[in-house]
């Protein structure tokens, strides 16, 4: 059984493919002439094999003809052949040239199996004197750098060091593997020379992945062909798309009853299902385990499958469905695993599935639908509630995406609209065919104008607004088309802003509510600032009031009259609803036929339910590709087929339509009706990048919308509560019947520091009656967010009106949840006044409820009135020829900061004041018999460069990783700035913003630190400091006493939340006179309240830049924006390899595009590296972790200079350990104290024995007892060290957290001794001790499904770059050794690196076997002791 090293690299192609029995089988395959031409081989494979060979041989021809290539003879380097081979290498006199044809065999030592011969594309040949580096690499016609890419190369590149090593000293193998890929994949513009630019060169070190290939070699495949065939891992899937034995594995799981069945299930819930039957199993004391098969060869093993009798007497289905009529397993199944209880839930689509359901009559727990369908093998529909799909509609337009899956563009796109008129149906179809890479282009400006233009027509001719629905049949066409747009909406593309607004128009069809996009959440905001308080000066105004009438009013034609008559008007619309009610405008078919009914089907694609419901089959995705490489997409064949797929889609929501009608369903199932389509589009900006940032910004509300929504369908264990009382106040307690670790979590979720929101109270909770609960999950988050916008600062109880009280009044309340002890839950209500739900009903029978979560955003609206804001600036500035604003320049220009004009005014001056300043503080900083704390006033090299920086420029960045002093840095360098400009006698006034509480902690301690040394020094070294005894320093806290520091020298801080209020225009305190509806309540209340106490800022300092939106920086820019930009100063610090804020949506990464849509850091660091400076002095962490922490940022082990780390806690912890007499003398504890001395960074791998306990919750239980054994331990030697313990999960952190509290008492978290948080509420903290939780990772199905999440290099770095003293990773082997499909993105391949640095860094011991923690090695305490 031989493998060629393409064939191990396909297995690997990705992580949903990877499937164990297909590498089985193809190698059990009986090879013949007849198989082979049976074989089914992907068109779309054969298509990309035959492009892949084009590309080879282009490439080939091109270093023929630059005289760089040398074609070696067949089997040029087997054997003895080496010694030619390097000769000819050798004797070749060029620096520089490339190697075809080369064909060798692998070392048999290199791997367990048998490798066929090894023929790598080119290999390039380097000489610099004697010595001679030879790098692999392939050609292919990708689009990006796979996974299977890397372990080709890697395999290529091991076996050529392994043959060479011995006998070529002075030959070298790089480490670095180099895929050449085509730029576009269009034959027709393939590059005529090789060079960065012509050829897209992508790299990766074989280093990082060559334990992978190792594993794959040496463990993973030779025990995938050990084992038994039946033993060997499947399942019919998504995944068994194209895979050859398709129909075997469908045969062999309608037989076997397998899980498979289960329509729908992935790896994942696959895995919970099993343990679901396995555990059932076990209590009923069944076998596990199947018959064995005699099957030696995949010929044997298909005719066994296909034989009589190979009916199995186990099914799992069937054991699945006795078990969820088993109530006391479920119970315990809930008890032991409410991961998996969950899941089970939500696959087998059981609507509420507790125990407790006996009491409130809903229990649906007898039958699923979903077992019902795999027993029966028929369609069951499954009678629970589903969003988008209609019941109604008169047009309807069905689109079809064709996707080129090497270069991920879309290259066909067909769509068929129907209007249904009086009986009559009009068919309109187009097909669009990007055959060139001019097409391709051309193909969204192509659609956007052919959907408007449609659309358009209809609602010209319809005598009512028309219901037109849109259609895809999966998700995935669906984020294909909305990414597509997106890009269009946020790119370089645009070219008129007409084009814009049909863009958008089409954004707002294909996401689930339009209503964000189309601006109508902010008509007031908008009317208000770019309307009606521009002033004279501002041109267009009578135009810009036109346009907001027209699409306010939805009329053709242009208002006319006055300016002040059309203000009137507009006036007399605002604050009024405006535009229609959220519409679902898209359906996705697939999701609306896996959601309304139980298929027996193993995959739903359009082809294999249209064969179901009899309907002409289109041909497939696979038939398609063919098609359009095969012709480069001109035949008519292919736009038929395209159109045909249009069709089927059509004929198919017909069918299901029909279908549910007979069956009786439609009103439960199809809760929408849909109402008439009516879009407005609201201009934002006339700037193209902030009417980008705009509209990004909404799609992110959108996304977050989108989510929770779709959560409340999707949910199967509610949250249950019961009503207590008191009957005649607020708040309310209920008891939690059940999910309680639901509330319980969110509420952990809110208080931490990251949640820059919580500076409200929220209600984001929806209260429902349990017999009511489709009025909470269909619930309109939107609608009723416009509603309370204004109210809800001031906690004012809600009030809706009547329509509103007839949809939901009757049922449904916002909750904020106070606070919950035990099982009771307390609770803050608003409740509709005059609605059916009052507190009369808490009091009737039944008293149950369901909690759901609301969707909650107040921030979105105060974004987008400081983008609007900006614009008004700017418009001013237009209109007057200054300079656009800061944010302005900030967005748009690349090198707005090298001109003079953005050089600080004062910098000359400014610098010269420093000069003399940087002397004093040296001069003190040398004196002898100052105590160390009092030296921290003098700038260390880095520091005072970057101080410099400050001085010169009005923009500068301050970077530096973790522990190198930048919240040190920037307090010292704001007192700095007020020392300055003390010195001139010129009042200087700071503010600072953060993304987290901590981070604006921190500052705030550190200046007032720094301060009480300044004041210490004041009479000894200082003649008196006027700005001394007056600085102000205050931390901004919204609240209702909202305080405005006013002194002439103040350094204050907040959230960006709280910067808004100080940051208001004097424009908008002039309009809330003007139109008090408009403005937002608590500005008005503040202003009123402190009318005089708003000033502008100097100096803006954020930090934690890589965590601040550049949206965000719009607002805090308010509190220094003036007319002359020069005078102030904008401060960034952050460390762009910490965590980042998580984006939904995918934003244009074209190089040509501002980065405008991430953090502020990355916004301004990518294209002006000049305004950078780093900080390399390291106060944190002890040498060997500033090495290793070190490596990360550039490359090397050398360049941070450590300066402290708390280095006495390792040796005194050491002593202690040795001479203590009462200390932990285990295993673990020997190990890592004895190595402890070399270096403070430790592995602790949690043993395979572990691992066969098979649920998440089993695992983290065994992770929580070593973590308790290690708090212990060090608290026992070192009681006064603190400790984090860094979870990646929230469910890490929560049973952790129970365990640690339990067991070890509550004390060492109340007195923050030790801290057990999140990764993300981490960043930015320190402690001596961290222990790195990773262990969860060794239960395979979670770890599996989260390689992006776990090996997020961001995470790995935040997580193992707190600690002062020593860092303990906790990991499994499954963490070591990942999967292949770790390598597919930069990120997760940089993470899995730098956990491999860590783990050579480090001691390493396993911890968990048989008893092995609790021997004593007396003899390895004499070797410590000697
Ligand atoms: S059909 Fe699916 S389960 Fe069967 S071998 Fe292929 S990928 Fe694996």
């Given at each position: 059984m031989?493998f060629?090293?393409?064939q191990?690299?396909?297995f690997?192609r ?20 007849e ?11 054969s298509a ?21 290539l040398?074609?070696?003879?067949k089997d ?8 030619q ?10 620096p ?9 065999h ?15 594309d ?5 000489k610099?004197?004697?010595?001679t580096?030879l790098?692999?690499?392939?050609a292919?016609s ?22 060479l090593?011995?006998?070529?000293p002075?030959v ?17 513009i393939?590059?005529?020379?090789i ?12 280093s990082?992945?060559q ?19 039946e033993?060997?891992?499947?399942g ?23 899980v ?14 099993k ?7 076990r209590?009923q ?9 005699d099957?030696?060869?995949e010929?044997?093993?298909n005719?066994?499958?296909k ?7 186990i ?11 088993d ?15 969950s899941?089970?839930?939500?696959i ?24 019902q ?23 309807s ?6 996707k080129?899956?090497e270069?991920?563009?879309i ?9 249904r ?9 187009n097909t669009m065919?990007?055959?060139?890479v ?21 609602v ?5 607004p028309?219901r ?5 049949f ?9 990414n597509?747009?997106?890009n269009?909406?946020?790119?370089t593309?645009?070219?008129?802003n007409?084009?814009?607004?049909d ?7 294909l996401v ?19 309307s009606?308080?521009?002033?004279s000066?501002?041109?267009?105004l ?7 009438l027209?699409?306010?009013?939805g ?8 300016v ?21 405008r898209?359906a996705v ?8 009914c139980?298929f027996?089907l193993f ?12 309907i ?5 995705e ?17 736009k ?23 069956a ?6 199809l ?7 009516q879009?407005?589009n ?6 193209p990048?902030?009417s980008?940032?705009?509209f990004?910004?909404q799609y992110?509300?959108?996304r977050?919308?989108q ?13 249950l ?5 008191p009957?005649?106040?607020?708040p ?14 969110s ?8 949640d820059?929101s ?9 209260l ?17 967010m ?12 809600l ?6 009280i ?7 309340s ?7 002890v035990?099982?009771?839950v ?8 005059n ?5 009369k ?28 804001d900006v ?6 500035r ?6 656009a ?22 910098a000359?001056?400014?610098l010269?004041?420093?000069g003399?300043?940087?002397?004093t ?7 002898e018999?100052?105590r160390d704390?009092?030296?921290v006033?003098?700038?260390?090299d ?21 522990g ?5 840095s920037?307090?010292?360098a ?11 006698n010129?009042?200087y006034r ?5 993304f ?8 705030m ?5 720094l301060l009480k040394?300044?004041k210490s020094?004041?009479?000894q070294y ?5 700005w ?5 320093v205050s ?5 209702n006493?909202?305080v ?28 809330t ?7 937002n309540?608590?500005?008005?209340k503040t202003f009123?309240?402190y ?7 100097d ?6 830049g ?9 607002l805090a ?9 020069r005078s ?6 952050g ?8 984006l ?6 074209d ?13 301004i660091?990518?294209s002006n590296?000049h305004?950078?400076h ?18 990360l ?9 450590p ?8 040796r ?35 043993s395979?024995?572990?691992d066969?306990?098979?649920s ?15 708090v212990r ?10 400790m984090?313990?860094?979870t ?27 801290k ?9 903290r320190?402690?001596?001790i ?6 969860f990772?060794s239960?395979?199905?979670t ?5 992006d999440f776990?090996y997020?290099?961001?995470r790995?770095n935040?997580?193992?770059s707190?600690?002062?003293a020593?860092?303990?990773l ?7 050794n ?14 899995f ?14 911890w968990g ?6 021997i004593?090695l ?9």
């Amino acid at each position: 059984m031989s493998f060629t090293a393409t064939q191990i690299a396909q297995f690997h192609r990705s992580a949903h493919s990877n499937c164990d029995l297909s590498l089985r089988l193809q190698a059990n395959k009986v090879k013949t002439a007849e198989a082979d031409a049976a074989a089914q081989v992907s068109k779309t494979k054969s298509a990309l094999f035959a492009r892949g060979h084009k590309w080879e041989k282009h490439l080939y021809d091109i270093l023929h003809d630059q005289r760089l290539l040398i074609h070696l003879q067949k089997d040029s380097a087997t054997g003895d052949t080496w010694d030619q081979f390097i000769r000819a290498v050798q004797d070749d006199n060029r620096p520089l040239f490339y190697l075809f044809g080369l064909e060798f065999h692998a070392p048999e030592h290199l791997s367990q199996i048998e490798i066929r011969t090894l023929k790598p594309d080119f290999v390039r040949v380097e000489k610099e004197g004697s010595k001679t580096t030879l790098t692999v690499i392939e050609a292919k016609s990708s689009a990006s750098l796979k996974v299977s890419h890397q372990i080709q190369i890697c395999i290529y590149a091991l076996a050529l060091a392994e043959s060479l090593k011995t006998n070529y000293p002075d030959v070298s193998i790089s480490d670095e593997g180099i895929v050449w890929m085509p730029p576009t994949l269009t034959t027709s513009i393939w590059p005529s020379v090789i060079d960065d630019v012509s050829v897209q060169n992508a790299t990766f070190s074989i280093s990082t992945v060559q334990p992978l290939v190792t594993t794959i070699l040496n463990k993973r495949i030779p025990h995938i062909l050990k084992q038994e065939l039946e033993a060997v891992e499947w399942g019919v899937g998504e995944r068994c798309a194209g895979c050859e034995f398709e129909d075997g594995c469908s045969i062999r799981a309608r037989k076997m009853g397998d899980v498979s069945l289960v329509g729908g299930s992935r790896g994942k819930e696959r895995a919970a299902l099993k343990y679901a039957v396995d555990s059932f199993r076990r209590k009923q004391s069944q076998p596990l385990m199947q018959t064995k098969i005699d099957a030696s060869s995949e010929k044997d093993w298909n005719a066994f499958w296909k034989s009589d009798q190979s009916n199995f007497p186990i099914s799992d289905v069937h054991d699945l469905h006795a078990a969820l009529h088993d109530a006391e397993f479920i119970a315990s199944l809930r008890a032991q695993s409410p991961t998996t209880f969950s899941s089970l839930g939500k696959i087998l689509c059981l609507q509420v599935v507790v125990p407790v359901m006996g009491q409130v009559e809903r229990c649906s727990m007898s039958e699923s639908p979903v077992i019902q369908c795999a027993l029966q093998s028929k369609v069951v529909p499954k009678s629970q509630p589903y969003l988008l799909f209609p019941r109604v509609e008169h047009d309807s337009m069905h689109f079809s995406v064709l996707k080129d899956p090497e270069s991920d563009k879309i290259v066909a796109i067909s769509f068929l609209h129907l209007s249904r008129k009086s009986g009559s149906v009009t068919i309109e179809c187009n097909t669009m065919i990007g055959s060139s890479v001019a097409e391709q282009i051309n193909l969204p400006k192509a659609l956007v104008t052919r959907i408007a233009a449609s659309v358009k027509a209809t609602v010209r001719a319809a005598r009512e607004p028309p219901r037109i629905q849109f259609y895809v049949f999966s998700i995935n066409e669906r984020e294909d088309l909305i990414n597509m747009l997106l890009n269009e909406a946020c790119g370089t593309q645009l070219e008129t802003n007409a084009y814009l607004v049909d863009v958008q128009f089409c954004m707002n069809a294909l996401v689930d509510n339009p209503d964000v996009l189309r601006a109508p959440f902010f008509p007031s905001e908008l009317i208000h600032y770019a309307s009606l308080g521009l002033g004279s000066n501002v041109p267009r105004l009578k135009a810009d009031l036109q346009y907001y009438l027209q699409s306010l009013e939805g009329t053709m034609s242009v208002p006319t009259g006055t300016v002040v008559a059309l203000k009137e008007r507009l006036a007399a619309i605002v604050g009024e609803k405006v535009g229609p009610s959220l519409i679902p405008r898209i359906a996705v078919i697939k999701d609306a036929l896996s959601a309304t009914c139980a298929f027996p089907l193993f995959r739903l694609t359009l082809e294999s339910v249209t064969k179901f419901f009899d309907i002409p089959t289109p041909s497939t995705e696979d038939d398609l590709f063919a098609l359009w490489t095969r012709d480069g997409g001109l035949s008519d064949e292919l736009k038929i087929d395209m159109m045909n797929r249009s069709i089927a889609q059509a004929n198919l929501c017909d069918r299901l339509r029909n279908m549910l009608a007979e069956a009786n369903l439609i009103q439960k199932v199809l809760v929408n009706s849909l109402p008439p389509f009516q879009v407005i589009n609201l201009k934002l900006s006339d700037d193209p990048l902030l009417s980008r940032l705009m509209f990004a910004t909404q799609y992110e509300m959108v996304r977050d919308l989108q989510e929770v929504r779709s959560s409340r369908f999707l949910e199967t264990e509610m949250i249950l509560l019961k009503y207590c009382g008191p009957d005649d106040s607020f708040p309310k307690t209920f008891k939690v019947l059940s999910n309680l670790s639901a509330i319980q979590s969110s509420i952990n979720g809110q208080t931490g520091a990251t949640d820059i929101s919580n500076d409200f109270k929220k209600f984001d909770w929806l209260l429902v009656d349990c017999n009511k609960l489709e009025a909470g999950q269909s619930f309109n988050d939107l609608l009723h967010m416009n509603q309370l916008r204004n109210v809800a600062n001031q906690y004012v109880r809600l009030a809706l009106d009547e329509t509103e009280i007839m949809q939901i009044g009757a049922a449904v309340s916002f909750a904020n949840v106070e606070n919950v002890v035990d099982n009771i839950v307390t609770l803050d209500l608003v409740i509709a006044r005059n609605a059916g739900f009052t507190l009369k009903t808490l009091d009737r029978q039944p008293k149950h409820f369901a909690l759901m979560r609301r969707y909650v955003d107040w921030n979105t609206s105060k974004i987008a009135r400081a983008l609007i804001d900006v614009e008004v600036l700017r418009l001013q500035r237009v209109a007057t020829r200054v300079p656009a604003p800061l944010m302005i320049r900030l967005l748009s220009e690349n090198n707005a900061f090298n001109e003079i004009e953005f050089q600080s005014s004062s910098a000359h001056e400014d610098l010269e004041i420093e000069g003399n300043l940087y002397t004093t503080y040296r001069e003190i900083y040398n004196l002898e018999g100052l105590r160390d704390h009092e030296r921290v006033l003098h700038f260390l090299d880095s520091q005072h460069r970057a101080m410099k920086g400050i001085l010169k420029n009005v923009v500068s960045v301050v970077w530096g990783p973790p522990g190198n002093g930048k919240t040190h840095s920037l307090a010292l360098a704001a007192l700095r700035l007020i020392e300055i400009n003390a010195r001139k006698n010129r009042p200087y006034r700071i503010i600072m913003s953060a993304f987290t509480h901590e981070a604006i902690n921190n500052f705030m301690e550190k200046v007032q630190e720094l301060l009480k040394i300044r004041k210490s020094l004041l009479f000894q070294y200082f003649d008196k400091s006027e700005w001394v005894e007056q600085l102000e320093v205050s931390k901004l806290e919204y609240s209702n006493d909202y305080v405005i520091p006013t002194s002439n020298w103040c350094i204050c801080a907040g959230t960006v939340w709280c910067v808004v209020p100080v940051a208001v225009r004097k424009s908008e305190w002039a309009l809330t006179t003007y139109i008090p509806p408009l403005c937002n309540r608590s500005f008005a209340k503040t202003f009123q309240k402190y009318p005089n106490k708003r000033h502008s800022f100097d100096t803006l300092i954020i930090d934690e830049g890589s965590q601040f939106l550049t949206c965000h920086a719009a607002l805090a820019f308010q509190a220094i924006d003036s007319t002359d930009v020069r005078s102030k100063k904008v401060i960034i610090a952050g460390d762009d390899k910490q965590l980042s804020p998580i984006l939904k949506g995918l934003y244009p990464t074209d190089p040509a595009v501002r980065p405008i849509f991430g953090s502020i850091l990355s916004c301004i660091m990518r294209s002006n590296s000049h305004l950078t400076h780093m900080l390399k002095e390291n106060f944190r962490f002890v040498t060997p972790l500033c090495k290793f922490t070190q490596q990360l940022y550039t490359g090397t082990t050398d360049g941070f200079d450590p300066r402290r780390g708390n280095q006495g806690l390792i040796r005194d912890a050491v002593q202690i350990w040795k001479n203590g007499s009462d200390t932990d003398r285990a295993m673990l504890f020997n190990t890592l104290m004895w190595k402890a001395t070399e270096t403070p960074l430790s592995t602790i791998v949690l043993s395979k024995a572990l691992d066969l306990q098979s649920s998440l919750e089993d695992h983290i239980h065994r992770e929580a007892d070593l973590v308790v054994k290690l708090v212990r331990f060090f608290h026992t030697i070192e009681p006064e060290a603190t400790m984090f313990v860094i979870t990646p999960h929230r469910l890490q952190r929560t049973i952790i957290t129970k365990r640690v509290t339990s067991e070890l008492g509550p004390e060492l978290l109340s007195k923050h001794t030790v801290k057990i948080d999140t990764v993300e509420r981490m960043q930015g903290r320190q402690a001596d001790i961290i222990f790195a939780c990773f262990g969860f990772s060794s239960h395979s199905p979670t770890f599996h499904n989260e390689l992006d999440f776990i090996y997020n290099i961001r995470r790995i770095n935040v997580s193992l770059s707190r600690p002062r003293a020593m860092c303990i990773l906790i990991a499994s082997h499954n963490l070591l050794n990942p999967p292949a499909f770790v390598l597919n993105e930069a990120q997760s391949r940089e993470g899995f690196s730098h956990l491999l640095r860590f783990q050579r860094a480090s001691s390493y011991v396993e911890w968990g076997g048989s008893g092995e923690d609790e021997i004593v090695l007396e003899a390895l305490l004499e070797e410590l002791t000697v």
